[in-house]
């Protein structure tokens, strides 16, 4: 599966923000999805994933409450739904996915089979 991300660009603390992620292929409903983030100077961080049915979510101690992922599988899409940003929040985004449907996967970047090429989200104070 060929992955692409877009919907980044620059907004002030507080703001939101929209991420989508588009799939190739026929069989996007069959894997779990998850967006990961890389500041510069860090380490690719955990920020959300749900499984392939979409039943359960999994999100990142840092973004939990503010960042809502979801997916629409007839569009082959899933989408990072940012809001409250904080400056601390600007990276590069990037979305995965894998073929496991299993929960204690989601937050690990080695389970990803497949990766995006990433998007720039910036936020200003």
């Known amino acids: 599966v060929q992955l692409q991300a877009f919907g980044g660009g620059l907004v002030q603390a507080g703001g939101s923000l929209r991420l989508s992620c588009a799939a190739s292929?026929?069989?996007?409903?069959?894997?779990?999805m998850g967006w990961f983030r890389q500041a510069p100077g860090k380490e690719r961080e955990f920020v959300a994933a749900?499984?392939?049915?979409?039943?359960?979510?999994y999100a990142g101690d840092s973004v939990k409450g503010r960042f809502t992922i979801s997916r629409d599988n007839p569009k082959n899409t899933v989408y990072l739904q940012m809001n409250s940003l904080k400056p601390e929040d600007t990276a590069v985004y990037y979305c995965a996915a894998q073929t496991s449907n299993r929960y204690d996967y989601l937050n690990r970047r080695d389970k990803y089979d497949y990766w995006g090429q990433g998007t720039l989200v910036t936020v200003s104070s």
């Open positions: 749900l499984t392939w049915s979409g039943g359960r979510t």
């Open positions: 292929g026929r069989t996007f409903s069959s894997y779990s």
